[in-house]
């Protein structure tokens, strides 16, 4: 049973498009992360979300956070080759307190974007 | 250091030998994590610490793997007598504080196992 369902698995762009990558679950998260990762390298954390309801933006990319904190998008405007990449959403299920275990991942999104 | 570290970067070894794998977190991080990525099964958790205990075991494959961590800093994975599905990259993480949810990855180790 995979927990955090992620989608689409593979997306091949043009430069300058949009897109959305979504990461849905039926558990609630007490906080879920979005990570980029390059072959060879390990996944560099993007944007971590805490809140129902949070939008948090890092120049051309917008990352939202469902209200009861059961899913997430990640939005790219005007992609540019530089995005092309493996991205990974995470999250933390239920962990209570003010303490976080482990991270559960999405299968990932490979994206390609073409000049 | 500025960020998590892991060694080797690569290492191949034959079928039933034993592998060694380190971690470095970032100074100060009170948590760390191993995971695994492979093809197949996508990022997988193995186990985490919290100083040096590790309150969640519950990732680790087989009791061929094992891991500690010493002075709550450097960490190291074990796999006794390999196997070819050990085959992955092994990536660290750590973490600074209990109420921090963010945790930040090393660049992995790189195991193939023939």
């Known amino acids: 049973t995979q927990l955090l369902e992620q989608s689409p698995q593979f997306l091949s762009i043009q430069e300058g498009e949009n897109l959305t990558v979504y990461c849905n679950s039926s558990?609630?998260?007490?906080?879920l992360q979005w990570y980029r990762q390059e072959p060879g390298e390990g996944p560099v954390l993007l944007v971590t979300?805490?809140?129902?309801?949070e939008v948090k933006k890092l120049k051309r990319l917008t990352f939202q956070f469902g209200d009861a904190r059961k899913d997430s998008s990640l939005h790219i405007t005007a992609a540019q080759t530089g995005d092309t990449g493996l991205y990974l959403c995470?999250?933390?299920?239920?962990?209570?307190?003010?303490?976080?275990?482990?991270?559960?991942f999405g299968q990932g999104t490979i994206l390609t974007v073409h000049p | 250091g500025a960020g998590v570290s892991q060694s080797p970067s690569n290492k191949v070894t034959e079928k039933g030998k034993d592998v060694e794998l380190r971690c470095d977190p970032i100074?100060?991080?009170?948590?760390l994590y191993w995971y695994r990525q492979s093809l197949g099964q996508g990022l997988e958790f193995l186990i985490y610490?919290?100083?040096?205990?590790?309150?969640?075991k519950s990732g680790l494959p087989s009791d061929r793997f094992s891991a500690e961590r010493t002075g709550g800093s450097v960490s190291t994975l074990t796999i006794q007598r390999t196997q070819q599905e050990d085959s992955a990259v092994y990536l660290c993480?750590?973490?600074?504080?209990?109420?921090?949810?963010?945790?930040?990855f090393g660049p992995g180790t790189r195991l193939t196992v023939l």
């Open positions: 100074s100060g991080h009170t948590a």
């Open positions: 610490f919290q100083g040096n205990s590790a309150p969640d």
């Open positions: 995470a999250g933390n299920i239920n962990a209570g307190g003010t303490s976080y275990g482990k991270l559960t």
């Open positions: 993480a750590s973490r600074r504080l209990a109420g921090d949810p963010k945790q930040f």
């Open positions: 979300v805490v809140t129902g309801g």
């Open positions: 558990s609630v998260f007490s906080s």
